[in-house]
């Protein structure tokens, strides 16, 4: 999870330049588009006023040619186009508006040809009207007198006009759409240059960042490594001075004090043996006596707890069992123990003896526990210790660095290079078990 949720840290900056890339990348295609419609829909208003242009014109010639035909020949069918363009001219005057969309003059240009094309129809109806009422003469010098000719000659030349300007305005806008095209591909290009250049530098610095990260670990991790060895080795040290100084003063307490308790007892047997007749001084001496007594057997528990000399001369299995049954006796219940043979460096087997003296110390003091079992063996490859009680127990989540000596006893396992494990709830009891590496340990 925790890695998962560093990811997206390190992807935030390369989500914000997707989302502000698409949202470029969408504005400029938006504005393309617009620009395109917009082209297109002025493009096909003026395609169609050209198409209603020529639909006026055709009209227009329809009229005339029925004139035309109606004055030679003097027939009524030659009347039926001349109406029907009549009335679709002055019925859809909007056909005049597709004009008025073409440039700036195109609204007074509409109504101006609108009004030609009015004039020409009158003219054209005015003909006709002479020749129904039989003043034939009259229509044809009409017809002669060019004024027809002229107007039409004049739309023509409006409708080449507005027709040029149309067509001019067509290109502008053909030109228009391929430019936004253009536009939008280069702006499309040149967006994801940029975007594939700036994420390659982008993830070429964090590629960078990583190398740093990971240089900058490595060399904590040496540096953590080298600390931690210098610490193992003070700790052993430490532990190597302290128990030297108990072995000094072990042999100390055991060939001075004892020699000096071992002369007083002498002297107090010898007292004994010239005061034979003094009941009163024989009961001092044996109150002296057991004094020196007591001494002596405070004197050796205490040589015992400062240098075990079972552990030397018997060895650890010994050593283990005796101090088991020791701790037993004061606890008021045997202590269950599955303890085999190991071969272990000295230094290892004083520690191991040392470790089981804790715990035991700490049972006795905080567990309240009334079933102990102890057992040490050994693998082809590991020695293995496991201490467990049914006593109280302790939340492992509470318990606060160094308490009920348990600091002391990691120290020691780790200065063998080992490793200790803790289970432990309230109620449950303890276990504790520790690994040691034979190739670390061994004799």
């Known amino acids: 999870m925790k890695k998962r949720f560093e990811k997206l840290l390190r992807l935030r900056y390369t989500v914000g330049i997707l989302i502000g890339s698409a949202l470029v990348l969408a504005a400029v295609g938006e504005f393309a588009y617009q620009r395109t419609v917009g082209t297109l829909r002025s493009g096909i ?3 169609d006023a050209r198409v209603g242009s ?57 109504q101006q040809i609108y009004d030609m094309a009015m004039l020409k129809f009158g003219e054209i109806g005015h003909t006709v009207a002479l020749a129904k009422g039989g003043d034939e ?25 507005k027709f040029a300007e149309a067509a001019k305005l067509q290109a502008d806008a053909r030109q228009t759409i391929f430019d936004a095209l253009l536009f939008n591909r280069a702006a499309v290009l040149l967006l994801s240059l940029v975007i594939a250049v700036g994420l390659y530098w982008y993830w070429g610095r964090l590629k960078q960042l990583d190398r740093e990260t990971h240089s900058r670990q490595q060399l904590l991790e040496t540096v953590v490594a080298q600390k931690t060895s210098e610490l193992r080795t003070l700790a052993g040290y430490l532990q190597t001075v302290r128990e030297d100084e108990k072995s000094h003063l072990a042999r100390e307490l055991h060939d001075e ?10 002297t107090l047997a010898r007292m004994r043996i010239k005061l034979a007749g003094d009941a009163d001084m024989l009961e001092r001496i044996e109150q002296v006596g057991s004094h020196l007594s007591a001494g002596i057997a405070l004197k050796r528990r205490i040589v ?22 020791e701790t037993g006796r004061s606890l008021g219940f045997p202590i269950t123990t599955a303890i085999a043979e190991v071969h272990l460096s000295p230094d290892a087997e004083l520690g191991v ?6 715990a035991l110390t700490n049972i006795g003091k905080y567990a309240e526990a009334s079933h102990i079992s102890i057992e040490l063996r050994e ?42 494990t803790m289970h432990s709830a309230p109620g449950e009891g303890v276990r504790i ?11």
């Open 45 to 47: 208003a003026l395609t």
């Open 54 to 110: 020529a639909r006026i014109l055709q009209l227009l010639s329809d009229a005339e040619a029925a004139r035309l035909g109606y004055l030679l020949t003097g027939s009524a069918l030659y009347l039926a186009p001349l109406e029907q363009a009549e009335r679709e001219l002055r019925g859809n005057k909007k056909v005049f508006d597709f004009i008025a969309l073409i440039g700036p003059t195109g609204p007074q240009d509409s």
């Open 137 to 161: 003469e009259g229509a044809l010098a009409l017809l002669r007198s060019g004024e027809g000719k002229r107007r039409m000659a004049s739309m023509r030349a409006h409708f080449d006009a």
């Open 257 to 266: 004090l004892g020699g000096l308790l071992t002369a007083a007892k002498l």
């Open 304 to 325: 015992e707890d400062l240098r075990p000399s079972t552990l030397s001369v018997l060895g650890l299995t010994i050593a283990l069992d005796s101090l088991c049954s």
């Open 353 to 358: 003896y040392r470790i089981v003296q804790e």
């Open 379 to 420: 693998t082809p490859a590991e020695v293995l210790l496991d201490i467990q009680d049914n006593g109280n127990g302790f939340d492992l989540a509470t318990l606060e660095p160094g308490q009920h000596g348990l600091a002391g006893m990691r120290f020691r396992v780790e200065s063998l290079s080992g490793t200790m």
């Open 433 to 443: 078990a520790v690994r040691f590496l034979k190739t670390q340990v061994s004799a």
